[in-house]
T-cell receptor, first 118, second 112 residues
Framework: AQKVTQAQTEISVVEKEDVTLDCVYETRDTTYYLFWYKQPPSGELVFLIRRNSFDEQNEISGRYSWNFQKSTSSFNFTITASQVVDSAVYFCALRGGLYNNAGNMLTFGGGTRLMVKP | DGGITQSPKYLFRKEGQNVTLSCEQNLNHDAMYWYRQDPGQGLRLIYYSQIVNDFQKGDIAEGYSVSREKKESFPLTVTSAQKNPTAFYLC???????????FGDGTRLSIL
């Protein structure tokens, strides 16, 4: 069984603060993919990043960075110098069973609502 | 532009009525998915389809039905058997196994 936990249901910060969204996952698979999606108020999910379990390198993309730690089963997301436009719900997701998940199914965490105030 | 189109954006259902949510994609993706999102919760998989004329139940398929007669289209019917249909429904598609899923804008379904 797979599980993704986003313990922070809601975070509120003031613009320009740094903020980290936590994601902890459980899987018995040795190979898997992790994803982060952003859901703005309009509703659609926007893909942010994919990371496979073989690659533990951290990644930075502009103000966004991701810290993947296999030892603690965590894939945390940091926004540096947050902006009002970052306000959204952020979902972490896991795709396990690289060789027996033919449906490419994702397990989502419950999401973290980020509110950035001006 | 390529993408996923869901319609309608808002839908109201009367008691005992079946309603159908549309999902169309022009991304040439093989696999398509339907998710349900309840307030403050994550996404739960209703049905998915890997190829035309084939689909599989997800975690919460009861009270829903789907069809996949064309690669581009994956409509979801919310039947009267679904006793708590009020939710936000998201359709997604993906090209290959390890690629990210792309999502539509969603349909918000409410009970009249």
């Amino acid at each position: 069984a797979q599980k993704v936990t986003q313990a922070q249901t809601e975070i509120s910060v003031v613009e320009k603060e740094d903020v980290t969204l936590d994601c902890v996952y459980e899987t018995r698979d040795t190979t898997y993919y992790l994803f982060w999606y952003k859901q703005p108020p309009s509703g659609e999910l926007v893909f942010l990043i994919r990371r496979n379990s073989f690659d533990e390198q951290n990644e930075i993309s502009g103000r966004y960075s991701w810290n993947f730690q296999k030892s603690t089963s965590s894939f945390n997301f940091t926004i540096t110098a947050s902006q009002v436009v970052d306000s959204a719900v952020y979902f972490c997701a896991l795709r396990g069973g690289l060789y027996n998940n033919a449906g490419n199914m994702l397990t989502f965490g419950g999401g973290t609502r980020l509110m950035v105030k001006p | 532009d390529g993408g996923i189109t869901q319609s309608p954006k808002y839908l109201f259902r009367k008691e005992g009525q079946n309603v159908t949510l549309s999902c169309e994609q022009n991304l040439n993706h093989d696999a398509m998915y339907w998710y349900r999102q309840d307030p403050g919760q994550g996404l739960r998989l209703i049905y998915y389809s890997q190829i035309v004329n084939d689909f599989q139940k997800g975690d919460i398929a009861e009270g829903y039905s789907v069809s996949r007669e064309k690669k581009e289209s994956f409509p979801l019917t919310v039947t009267s058997a679904q006793k708590n249909p009020t939710a936000f429904y998201l359709c997604a598609s993906t090209r290959t196994r390890n690629q990210p899923q792309h999502f539509g804008d969603g349909t918000r379904l409410s009970i009249l």
